[in-house]
């Protein structure tokens, strides 16, 4: 099976703006929608046309069929759609696409329509909000719902998020010499160190902690936890920056990476810098012509517009903010800990590994320094400016980490005595078993739910719709997080939603 480059990136650039175009239809007014419509699936075309010789990858028809199948058992087991157990996250995401299914578009909410008494006596009555939040990711998959039933929406919603992880799998054999299976596996596994710190916390300490979470403040997620807690930014945001890293010339960088913007405002912040990097590394197209081009100016600029003033229309999303050590103070000596342990762990030790190769790859120094500055400041309670801000950096890390473990195992067949390649392929295995016992765990408690021996409650059954929330505990963090007040008054509203 012989796939091109060109019709891979068509492929991937409808996966990435058709919810937009969605959005566009059903949530903004029919005069600004036409011509969004147009400008995005114009910058496409002319991304796609710009590619000039094409590539292309050879692999058997097997391979991306076992691929497609593994992608969709991945988003099924990560918990994308609540048929497995999930993580607390998903509180909010069943909620999501419940709602973005059973009501009207664009989505208003009467506050007196609350059943529960408790979650009335918090909100009050009569007044009506508006619904703002990133859920692009689920409007394709929620459409589907609409037609055929929510339960054909989450199903929609497994195979969508499959069809994302495909897409950046494909991408990812065409960085590669010759197209592996090690693209797949590794972009399930990659993550830091965290088994070891776990072990130790257990062990030594004989304290109990989590596989990912132990660093105080300074918390980021291997890709399968990131996919169990967030699939909504990272799949669509994995896809935009393995699109940014392989794309053959600068012209449409803007485009390409601020798409994410809409997906994830926090994946965004990591991967502006990569894009500046990508837009100007390359001595032959740092052109005036080449940088100063429409897919780098107005695409972003049309972005910013209509979903910067969108999810600013919430202005209490995010909750604290602020320097790191205001976090910390007295005890800038944890601080001092946590961070230097946050870069051993994380991603120091995969930086050093790749360091001969990649000592001359600008991407690689803007990914370490993107990771190295990013814990400066926070953004909510949780710090979703460092999980979420690092996704990028992270993946390109992923990327580099790959190329050589493909080496590593290149040299093992050829001489299996080769004790720097055992050494990476040892280094990821032990990085990979975060990942095994998140899926371990995952797969455990998924057979408990189903046979009626699960201990405790389940998420997605604690808010079920922010229309009607059934836990008033939630309500105070859905008043902050998805409702609009006053939304008449909001830009966004008074310019391009309906």
């Known amino acids: 099976m012989r796939i091109s480059y060109r019709s891979l990136f068509a492929a991937a650039s409808i996966y990435l703006i058709l919810p ?3 959005f566009f239809f059903a949530f903004v007014k029919i005069l600004w929608a036409v011509p969004l419509t147009v400008l995005f699936a114009g910058a496409a075309v002319l991304a796609y046309r710009s590619i000039g010789k094409d590539k292309y990858i050879n692999v058997s028809i097997v391979y991306v069929l076992v691929a497609a199948v593994l992608c969709c058992a991945w988003a099924y087991i990560a918990g994308i759609a609540e048929f497995a157990w999930t993580t607390p996250d998903h509180t909010a995401r069943y909620a999501i696409l419940n709602d973005l299914v059973n009501y009207d578009w664009p989505v208003f909410y009467d506050l007196s329509q609350q059943s529960n008494p408790a979650v009335r006596d918090i909100l009050g009555t009569g007044e009506t909000v508006a619904f703002a939040y990133y859920f692009f990711f689920w409007l394709v998959p929620a459409l589907i719902g609409k037609a055929f039933g929510l339960f054909a929406g989450r199903v929609a919603l497994i195979i969508w998020s499959g069809l994302g992880l495909l897409l950046t799998t494909l991408v990812l ?10 693209a797949l596996i590794l972009f399930f596994v990659f993550g830091g160190f965290d088994f070891v710190i776990f072990l130790y916390y257990q062990l030594a300490l004989h304290i109990d902690t989590v596989f990912d979470g132990w660093n105080v403040e300074f918390n980021i997620h291997g890709n399968f936890f990131q996919t169990m807690n967030t699939f909504n930014q990272s799949i669509p945001c994995w896809l935009i920056t393995a699109l940014l890293m392989s794309f ?8 390409i990476a601020s798409l994410s913007f809409a997906y994830s405002p926090w994946v965004t912040f990591g991967l502006l ?36 003033t969108f999810f600013t229309a919430n202005s209490g999303a995010t909750g604290v903010r602020g320097f790191i050590w205001n976090f910390f103070a007295p005890d800038y000596a944890l601080m001092i800990r946590s961070y230097l342990l946050y870069v ?23 990914a370490l320094a993107t990771l190295l500055i990013m814990p400066v400041w926070k953004i909510t309670e949780a710090n979703d400016f460092l999980m979420r801000g690092t996704l990028a950096p992270v993946f390109v890390i992923t990327v580099l980490v790959m190329l050589k473990l493909d080496d590593s195992l290149v040299r093992l067949k050829k001489n299996g005595n080769d004790i720097k390649a055992v050494g990476v392929v ?5 990085s990979s ?25 389940l ?5 079920v719709s922010f229309g009607d929330i059934r836990d008033e505990y939630f309500t105070e963090v859905t008043s902050r997080q998805v409702y609009v007040y006053d939304y008449e008054d909001k830009p966004f509203y008074q310019i391009f939603g309906k």
């Open 426 to 430: 040892v280094a990821v295995f032990i």
């Open 20 to 22: 937009l175009i969605i």
């Open 173 to 182: 054999n065409f960085m590669q010499k010759s197209p592996k299976v090690t």
């Open 459 to 463: 998420p997605k059954d604690s808010i």
């Open 273 to 308: 810098p990569l894009a500046i990097c990508q837009l100007i590394k390359d001595k032959k197209q740092r052109t005036l012509k080449n940088i100063v081009t429409p897919g780098n100016l107005v695409i972003p600029a049309a972005v910013l517009a209509v979903f910067g």
């Open 344 to 366: 051993i762990i994380e991603f120091g030790i995969w930086c050093a590994i790749i360091f001969k190769d990649q000592k001359s790859n600008p991407m690689y120094w803007t």
């Open 433 to 457: 078993l975060t990942a095994l016992l998140l899926l371990y765990t995952s797969i455990g408690s998924t057979m408990q739910i189903y046979n009626g021996t699960y201990p405790a409650g």
């Open 248 to 255: 053959p010339n600068n012209k449409h960088t803007g485009t």
